[in-house]
């Protein structure tokens, strides 16, 4: 955002403004507890009236758990992981995001993802009180993005959206949302990721629009799954929407034995023909040849996770993911056990049968 020079344009406006202004900078990717703390504290040193947030999912996500701290210092982190259960906001500062990434959607959400390094665990925080007062959604700023991001974010607005429509959670307000933002994404994502700057201005609206349907309908388990492995393998962190994007097809095939209309729905929306059950094949098989276009790899075998390593930690992931906000709204409900199946079938590419 600096080097584009985004972060001064937005500082020259403010101060035009006769705003005084104080930069936080140096969020990391998939932003840590301590980020969060030392920008909390950062903030009640300054004391502003209102916080902007300006960039991708990370920092914006890290700035809306700030902003919790900065207005209850005493609160723990601990405290905030139950879902729905933050303090009243608002009692010190508002707050405006500005995305530069097509994918999160955080700038319209009521979630947050902080990850706990000491024990490799992202938490998905969820309350209506961090959804931003403002969000100002300008595609100039998605222009810079490199391609490997711009194919992660724009698979995990696919997967924001198809979560949403088949979430149990779904209603007439957000499945319009869900089934534009999924024919816009296969509509404009590869172009996008070819640097066609249309299609990459159309991305930055699909991505909005998921997020719109999935904070009101919410998600289920491949964002579970996604939140849960992450950071749990020392070969190297799996970013989100690469993580999403590698579930979604097994995770699709595990669920359609409850939400086979729901998925058939999705896949006639784009073009897809055949009986409900023939649908879902196809839309597994072409958010497949997606992630084949968008260099995604299709197992996690394949993304590079150590073998012995997955052995011995998935049955802990599996439990934690069973354990996760967004496994609540998933058409399908799963055991520990099962998702252990699953995990292992995204592991080694096998098929989901049970």
């Avoid at 439990?319 to 998702?339: F, Q």
Wanted: charged content about 20%.
């Amino acid at each position: 955002m600096k080097r584009f020079g985004f972060a001064d344009k937005a500082v020259g406006y403010l101060n035009e403004a006769g705003i005084e202004v104080k930069l936080f900078e140096g969020v990391e990717p998939d932003p840590s507890v301590e980020t969060v703390m030392k920008g909390a504290a950062f903030m009640r040193e300054f004391e502003p009236d209102l916080i902007i947030s300006m960039g991708g999912g990370s920092p914006i996500d890290a700035a809306k758990a700030m902003w919790v701290f900065y207005e209850y210092p005493e609160t723990t982190f601990e405290e905030i992981i139950t879902p729905f259960s933050f303090p009243e906001l608002r009692q010190k500062a508002k707050f405006i995001a500005i995305p530069s990434t097509s994918g999160t959607a955080t700038e319209v959400t009521a979630f947050s993802v902080i990850t706990d390094y000491s024990t490799g665990v992202k938490y998905p925080l969820a309350d209506f009180n961090i959804t931003p007062d403002i969000a100002i959604v300008d595609p100039d700023l998605a222009q810079t993005m490199p391609k490997t991001l711009t194919a992660h974010t724009g698979m995990d607005a696919l997967t924001h959206a198809i979560e949403a429509y088949v979430s149990t959670l779904n209603s007439p307000f957000t499945d319009p949302l869900a089934l534009k933002a999924i024919y816009m994404v296969f509509d404009y994502l590869p172009d996008s990721y070819n640097g066609d700057k249309n299609a990459r201005e159309q991305m930055h609206y699909a991505q909005c629009l998921a997020g719109q349907a999935f904070s009101n309908a919410l998600l289920g388990i491949v964002h579970s799954m996604a939140h849960k492995t992450g950071a749990a393998f020392s070969t190297g962190h799996i970013p989100h929407g690469c993580a999403n994007a590698i579930y979604l097809p097994y995770v699709i095939k595990y669920n359609a034995k409850c939400a086979e209309g729901r998925y058939a729905d999705i896949a006639r929306s784009v073009g897809i023909e055949g009986s409900d059950s023939e649908c879902v094949e196809k839309l597994c098989e072409k958010i497949n040849e997606y992630n084949i276009k968008l260099n995604i790899p299709i197992t996690l075998k394949d993304f590079g996770i150590n073998e012995a390593e997955f052995k011995e930690k998935v049955s802990k992931i599996a439990e934690l993911a069973v354990g996760d906000a967004c496994t609540g709204s998933n058409p399908r409900p799963i055991t520990p056990a099962e998702m252990e199946k699953l995990l292992t079938c995204t592991y080694y590419g096998t098929e989901v049968d049970f």
